[in-house]
């Protein structure tokens, strides 16, 4: 079975500009959750979406907007980027809100923002 | 306060030695405590959960958890330099199925 899917793989932007990144979870997971990852640090939570609904935010500001598709695919926008938007975007997904036991990450997407 | 903190390392073993990592949390109430495992430019992998006060064993790993003192570790037997890594130390946050992650801790077995 396919894994989490993302893309694109890589990405370079420059400050002020919109970025659209896109993920595919695993067949039958309905939840999709987003992470920032910015170098040597842990993750960041920053959205969940369960059947097409937001179920959490993380401190993240406005500029960061997510929506999921009728198929759970998700979208995570981020609009007027900064040069501290440059991290390593996970998508991780799983077949139940929450469900961490059985939350699966994507590759990611590395974002450059210049 | 860091919610999860973790020293960053590097902690260098060498081969067929015992890795201990460790990590303290900051929220009293948190329940649910997980080890990831990050090679560089990849996706965290879970390798290990617990949820109760003492030891969990799977095959090299033991997980340990004191929650009175608010602290979980992570043992790896017989270290092979496929177990160098970044070490991820997560937390459910109380209230919401949410991850909380450490700074993770690097990892360096040398054979």
């Known amino acids: 079975d396919a894994g989490v899917t993302q893309s694109p793989t890589h990405l370079i932007k420059t400050r002020g500009q919109h970025v659209t990144l896109r993920c595919s979870p695993i067949?039958?997971?309905?939840?999709v959750s987003w992470y920032q990852q910015v170098l040597g640090q842990g993750p960041q939570f920053i959205f969940q979406y369960y059947e097409k609904e937001e179920r959490g935010r993380g401190n993240f500001p406005d500029r960061f907007s997510a929506r999921q598709f009728p198929n759970y695919s998700s979208e995570l926008n981020v609009n007027a980027l900064l040069l501290g938007d440059s991290a390593l975007y996970l998508c991780?997904?799983?077949?139940?809100?929450?469900?961490?036991?059985?939350?699966?990450f994507g590759p990611g997407t590395r974002l450059l923002v210049l | 306060q860091k919610e999860v903190e973790q020293n960053s390392g590097p902690l260098s073993v060498p081969e067929g030695a015992i890795a201990s990592l460790n990590c303290t949390y900051s929220d009293r109430v948190s329940q649910s405590f997980f080890w990831y495992r990050q090679y560089s430019g990849k996706s965290p992998e879970l390798i290990m959960s617990i949820y109760s006060n003492g030891d969990k064993e799977d095959g090299r790993f033991t997980a340990q958890l004191n929650k009175a003192s608010q602290y979980v570790s992570l043992l790896i037997r017989d270290s092979q330099p496929s177990d160098s890594a970044t070490y991820l130390c997560?937390?459910?946050?109380?209230?919401?199925?949410?991850?909380?992650f450490g700074t993770g801790t690097r990892l360096l077995v040398s054979p």
């Open positions: 991780a997904s799983s077949p139940i809100a929450g469900g961490i036991e059985t939350q699966y």
């Open positions: 997560a937390v459910v946050a109380p209230g919401f199925q949410k991850l909380v």
């Open positions: 067949s039958g997971h309905k939840s």
